[in-house]
């Protein structure tokens, strides 16, 4: 059985940072992709990084150069710091596992929800201005 947990959340003022974690179980992360979306008010769910099983990460273009994309295959965990964080970065943040092969070339918010196979419940990012 899979699970994907998502930790780290919380409210921030802009400008600020945060780490969020997802501990993976049951799950092989030499399957193609990993990644990270999210979900504002009111808003699609959006890609917004991924990580291949060579290492490659790719961004969104609304999030490159702040967020970065890890994972910690010894510790079972996907990681996602944030900095210089926006009020526009307010939303639901998911982990999503088993990835199509799609992640080696578009970009993160190009992928869509039902190209992940696992899904975490989520936890919630604000930020104040």
């Known amino acids: 059985q899979v699970e994907l947990v998502e930790s780290g959340g919380g409210s921030v003022q802009a400008g600020g940072s945060l780490n969020l974690s997802c501990v993976y179980s049951?799950?092989?992360?030499?399957?193609?992709?990993m990644g990270w979306f999210r979900q504002g008010p009111g808003k699609e769910r959006e890609g917004i990084a991924v990580?291949?099983?060579?290492?490659?990460?790719r961004y969104a273009t609304s999030v490159k150069g702040r967020f970065t994309i890890s994972k910690d295959d010894a510790n079972n965990t996907l990681y996602l710091q944030m900095n210089s964080l926006k009020p526009d970065d307010t939303a639901m943040y998911y982990c999503?596992?088993?990835?199509?092969?799609?992640?080696?070339?578009?970009?993160?918010?190009?992928?869509?929800?039902?190209?992940?196979?696992?899904w975490g419940q989520g936890t919630q990012v604000t930020v104040s201005s």
């Open positions: 999503a596992a088993d990835g199509p092969l799609q992640c080696y070339t578009d970009a993160p918010d190009a992928l869509k929800r039902d190209d992940f196979g696992y």
């Open positions: 049951g799950y092989t992360s030499n399957y193609n992709c």
């Open positions: 990580i291949v099983s060579d290492g490659t990460t």
